[in-house]
């Protein structure tokens, strides 16, 4: 008894103040690249960024383009390209709502649209996360599973995570999506009941990561389910999970997230 | 016991036509008497040689105790057929089967001939078909599951979707009341093709691939491809990057380890510890990340060293950052392991014999836990490993329990080494070679690198053809051969306590489904 | 005449009260659970009006039915929530008497739990799973334990409803016991009352799914008991179910509660607060007993209700025994 209390003082509470004090990231911590395409345009015949790139996130036609989908955040592209164009910020905020808006061409944040007004008045406050690892290597699903520790915890926000799809609202899918696990999950998918969200998570799951072009993978949960938010990183971590979910529930203090345009009750897409 | 095989060193580049050829019968035979003789099967695998119309088996074996590999190479039309090593040695068992799936090489008379990945590829999707039906994969439909007959038998199949946050696989119990009778493990569900990727990649993606395989294990599968590039292509790594790739391993084993603690905590519910340890895990991430930018430890290890320097600051920062995780980590254990309702979870239950140990070849803490003492840091040492001695910790009825205490062992015994590495580094800066892959590598056209991961051992083997292209890449995971044990734990044990012996053991999904 | 109407202002003032606590407040008292829990492990947790709105989201998502069920499915969240109410309000939970109050209405109460606990069973077993019904299994066995002990728990306080049945014109009836009880009844019944209060305490944990014999947090499939029947409930009917076990949390405490602090204020307001003080404090001790040990062992678990069954049999022999020591004398 005595041990524990002594253990229980000497552990004291640990959750980060964040959102409501800004988290700062250590130097070394590889962030959000950002895209600087100097005034000098490439030298003739450079493709030092193309060969360096594990997972082909670099496009330099029509303009040069980052795919934040694909990125893994290794960073080979900042060492070897000679005109320093790329650079990895410290900024952790790398989730976005659109596909395209994780194709980068400058130094600014992908957006996260918050939710419809509807959807926003049912999860609002609180949410549940049922998380599917279809392939995954373990990373995504380790910083996931982090975020329920006593540092980030993702219960004072209202959400939690659940074993039942039928008790979940969002299904989170990690991983290139094998074959052998496509029936799974559309399975899994169909067990949640309406509305419902789902949400890639990593750089498997939006484009196949290091896996894409596999014979035995689907590259991405995109060719299978309707996807809503994007969560780059190789393995993204827990804050810029995090991150990603205040956006979209439109929880952040600043109440910065933009609203969707169109319709205010956009039906749901499906592949049906 | 393994002298009629080709004698190697881990890592070492071979050349194919050093190794002797022998008939499949012929390599039964000299496997089987090498075991008898107590050596440990490494690897059964094959490649398929297309353009002579054969396939080439390889048996790699392992002289623990004498620091020697062997193998040995059989080259057999495809659609042949010999007599199965399995039926007396368990250890092949899986190794038989992935054979036979990959290559089509028939082990007769193998008491369990079934499936291990059913690779699938891929089918083409068409937009609006109806979800979660047509076309359906046929994994687990043709499956021949072991069933018990009798009336008090009910069978309950789990996944492959699991309630927590874990990864997928099909557990089948024939259980009579709580007790399991059987149990069977169907894997392959996240089977994604990576080492026919690896074949094809380019040098930029061939090391993000292969820490890819099992992420978890990023640093010691980076570390075995790395050794085994260094080797082929004859670079040399300096003393300080090898010491920073032996901090990089065993923070990677602190992670795991501290990680699992808390899980098991967290399964028996007992949240003091599941919630200390599951914060003190973020101490080694982020140790990581200080290293190489990345929680998981990718990006650093690279043939050649390791890809970044090491600041005078942060490296300070760790030392101080490692003195206090070590007096925190030490009271929780404490709390832990004197905690009589944890203890009682986890005394005497899910035990794995130490005959079985050996009998099937498990590695690494699981086979410690049983009494069985390999460790590739004591067995193969390589680098950093040569000059430095790894402490064994040995357990005595491969319970739960003794999987933990394994690991406590392990937990204090790295944290203890990674503080002396960080105090005896210098601030020399690494210098991140990136050597030239195109060209062929100049010493050998074989290689088999060993690493000893948290999970236990990792292997890595690399063949080449005349033109000094891969040809075949074979990634074993630990897992590979530990899966078995996770079947005979559980005969026997409450199905309540299944979850608790599958969170001791923590195999691999992905790394055994490549 | 004024003093009736005072009388049934006054009557109808508590049943307002006992309503309000009995169906609104039991979300909040999870809540406190699942805060203590929290700040007991080191994290800041949710705020404790979350269960609120985990029920609001809830009520308002679809559904999802497997092909495999029926009726029995849809119509037992229902059935759960209105045990637990019906269960309440034989309780008297802070206030002099209960709604709902007669001769032998400790067995209703003992049989309209028992009655939710079998549409939950039903239910899950409903739904064809291999799962669920080694859920609805172990539910049923580990009840087939705690009934009796519940029985006898119930028995107990029957035979103290004996000292002076005449008060209420009830006999073997909650209120008729608890109205009467007073401080000093725990001065001469002590000795029943203490293994009573500890068997209750036991029960509390095992019929509401608590550490340590039952995880009601955790992730493992094969480990849960009551998590698992409900795995097939979506939205609203997964609302009612988890309303309804807040409520049966509440009625169990509440009755722990009157018995272990009996005494009755005059003033109405100060026996809310009392009652609230009450559940906060057996609150911290389920959380207390949540977080500091791990849970059991599944085959340990009928060891330990058979000690609650036999202190529960224990509590009804030293009642007989004092019940005969007093017979006689003016109480």
Redesign the interface.
């Known amino acids: 008894m005595l041990t524990w209390l002594i253990n229980r003082a000497a552990q004291g509470q640990r959750t980060l103040a964040y959102p409501a004090e800004p988290a700062n990231m250590p130097d070394t911590y590889l962030g959000r690249p950002t895209v600087h395409p100097t005034g000098t345009a490439c030298p003739p015949d450079c493709q030092e960024c193309l060969a360096s790139c594990p997972t082909d996130a670099i496009t330099l036609q029509p303009d040069i383009s980052l795919d934040l989908g694909r990125c893994v955040f290794c960073s080979e592209c900042v060492q070897s390209c000679p005109e320093q164009i790329f650079k990895l910020s410290n900024d952790f905020r790398t989730a976005s709502t659109s596909r395209e808006g994780l194709k980068l061409r400058n130094d600014e944040a992908p957006v996260v649209e918050k939710l419809q007004e509807s959807m926003l008045r049912i999860f609002g406050r609180s949410m549940r996360i049922r998380h599917v690892s279809a392939g995954d290597c373990g990373g995504c699903k380790d910083e996931f599973n982090a975020m329920s520790n006593i540092v980030f915890d993702l219960s004072r926000f209202g959400i939690g995570v659940v074993a039942s799809p039928r008790h979940a609202d969002m299904l989170l899918v990690s991983g290139p999506i094998p074959e052998n696990m496509r029936v799974a999950l559309e399975k899994c998918y169909l067990a949640l009941p309406q509305p419902r969200l789902v949400v890639a998570l990593g750089a498997c799951a939006i484009s196949g990561g290091p896996f894409a072009g596999s014979a035995f993978c689907h590259n991405g949960v995109e060719s299978i389910l309707p996807v809503d938010m994007y969560i780059p990183g190789c393995p993204p971590h827990p804050l810029t999970v995090l991150d990603g979910f205040l956006r979209l529930l439109d929880r952040l203090p600043d109440g910065a997230s933009p609203s969707r345009e169109g319709t205010a009750d956009r039906p749901e897409r499906s592949t049906r | 016991m393994i002298d009629p095989f080709k004698i190697f060193r881990n890592a070492e580049p071979l050349r194919l036509s050093d190794i002797p050829k022998v008939t499949v019968d012929v390599l039964r035979a000299r496997t089987f008497d090498a075991i008898q003789g107590g050596a440990r099967l490494v690897s059964w695998f094959g490649q398929d040689l297309p353009g002579r119309n054969l396939v080439r088996i390889f048996a790699i074996v392992a002289d623990d105790p004498g620091q020697r590999l062997g193998v040995l190479i059989a080259e057999v039309p495809p659609g042949s057929a010999y007599r199965s090593l399995a039926l007396d040695v368990p250890a092949a068992d899986r190794a038989e089967r992935e054979l036979f799936e990959q290559c089509g090489i028939r082990p007769e008379g193998h008491p369990w001939l079934k499936p291990v990945r059913h690779p699938v590829p891929a089918a083409k999707l068409e937009p609006g078909r109806k979800l979660g039906t047509v076309p359906e994969n046929n994994i687990g439909r043709d499956y021949p599951f072991w069933s018990l007959a009798g009336d008090a038998v009910h069978e309950v199949g789990v996944g492959p979707i699991h309630a927590g946050v874990i990864g997928p696989g099909y557990f089948r119990f024939s259980c009579v009341g709580e007790r399991i009778e059987h149990l069977e493990i169907m894997l392959g569900f996240e089977h994604r093709g990576a080492e026919e990727m690896v074949l094809n990649a380019n040098p930029a993606r061939q090391p993000v691939l292969i820490e890819s395989i099992a992420g978890d294990a990023a640093v010691a599968y980076a570390i075995a491809h790395s050794q085994a590039m260094e080797s082929l292509h004859g670079i040399e790594v300096s003393l300080h990057d090898e010491a920073l790739r032996a901090f990089a391993l065993e923070n990677e084993r602190l992670a795991y380890h501290v990680g699992d603690l808390g899980a098991l905590a967290g399964d028996v519910a007992y949240w003091p510890s599941a919630a200390y340890f599951g914060r003190l895990r973020g101490e080694f991430l982020n140790t990581a990340m200080d290293l190489g930018g990345n929680r998981q430890g990718r990006y650093f290890v690279r043939p050649g060293g390791v890809r970044r320097s090491l600041a005078h600051a942060t490296k300070v920062r760790l030392i101080e950052r490692f003195r206090s995780a070590s007096q925190q980590i030490s009271d929780c254990l404490e709390q832990m392991f004197s905690s009589l309702s944890v203890l009682s979870r986890f005394e005497s239950s899910a035990c794995v014999r130490r005959e079985d140990a050996l009998a099937f070849g498990f590695v690494g803490p699981v086979a410690r836990a049983s009494g069985v003492g390999v460790d590739v840091r004591i067995d193969h040492p390589v680098g950093f490993w040569q000059r430095h001695d790894a402490e064994i910790a040995l357990g005595v009825e491969g319970s739960v329990l003794d999987r933990a205490t394994i690991r406590r062992r392990e937990i204090e015994r790295s944290l203890a080494l990674c503080l002396r590495i960080l105090e005896s580094l210098t601030d020399e800066r690494s210098a991140p070679v990136r050597p030239d892959f195109g060209t062929s590598p100049k010493r050998g056209d074989f290689c088999v690198s060993l690493v000893e991961s948290w999970r236990g051992q990792v292997m890595l083997a690399y063949v080449y053809d005349d033109q000094g292209k891969l040809v075949r890449f074979k990634s074993q995971d630990p897992s590979f051969q530990n899966w078995n044990a996770m079947q005979l734990a559980n005969r026997g044990n409450a199905i309540s306590d299944f979850p608790v012996c599958n969170k001791s053991c923590n195999l691999a999904y992905n790394g055994h489904d490549l | 005449m004024m003093a009736e109407f005072a009388w049934l202002a006054e009557t109808l003032m508590q049943r307002t009260i006992q309503m309000f606590i009995l169906i609104v407040l039991p979300p909040m008292f999870i809540g406190i659970i699942?805060k203590l829990?929290?700040?007991?492990?080191?994290?800041?947790?949710?705020p404790i009006w979350?269960p609120y709105?985990?029920l609001?989201?809830l009520s308002?998502?679809?559904?999802?039915y497997s092909t495999a069920t029926g009726q029995v499915f849809r119509w037992a969240p229902l059935l759960v929530v209105a045990s637990s109410i019906t269960a309440g309000l034989i309780v008297p939970m802070a206030g002099f008497t209960a709604p709902i109050h007669f001769s032998g209405d400790l067995i209703v109460f003992a049989y309209v739990l028992a009655l939710g606990r079998l549409a939950i069973i039903l239910a899950s077993l409903d739904t064809g799973s291999?799962?669920e019904?080694?859920g609805a299994s172990r539910e049923a066995s580990f009840a087939a334990l705690a009934e009796p002990t519940m029985f006898l728990i119930l028995v107990s306080l029957g035979l103290l409803g004996h000292a002076d049945p005449h008060k209420f014109g009830v006999e073997w009836s909650l209120t008729g016991t608890l109205a009467q009880m007073e401080m000093i009844t725990w001065a001469h019944y002590g000795p029943a009352l203490l293994p009573l209060s500890f068997a209750l305490f036991v029960l509390i944990l095992l019929e509401n799914s608590r550490?340590?014999f039952d995880?009601p947090t955790?992730?493992?499939?094969?480990?849960?008991i009551h998590?698992v029947m409900i795995?097939?409930?979506?939205?609203p009917d997964?609302a009612l179910m988890e309303y309804g076990a807040a409520v049966k949390l509440l009625v169990f405490q509440s009755l722990l509660g009157r018995i272990i602090f009996p005494h009755h204020f005059e003033s109405q307001w100060a026996d809310v607060v009392t009652f609230v003080i009450k559940i906060g404090v057996l609150s911290v001790c389920v959380t207390a007993v949540?977080?500091?040990?791990?849970?059991?062992?599944?085959?340990?678990i009928p060891g330990i209700l058979l000690g609650a069954f036999i202190l529960a049999a224990l509590s009804v022999v030293v009642m007989l025994v004092e019940m005969g020591e007093f017979r006689g004398l003016p109480s």
């Open positions: 699942v829990k929290a700040v007991a492990a080191g994290r800041k947790g949710p979350q709105l985990d609001a989201r308002r998502k679809g559904v999802v291999a799962f019904g080694m550490v340590p995880d955790t992730h493992l499939e094969l480990t849960m998590e795995l097939d409930h979506s939205g997964l949540e977080v500091g040990m791990a849970r059991l062992k599944m085959n340990r």
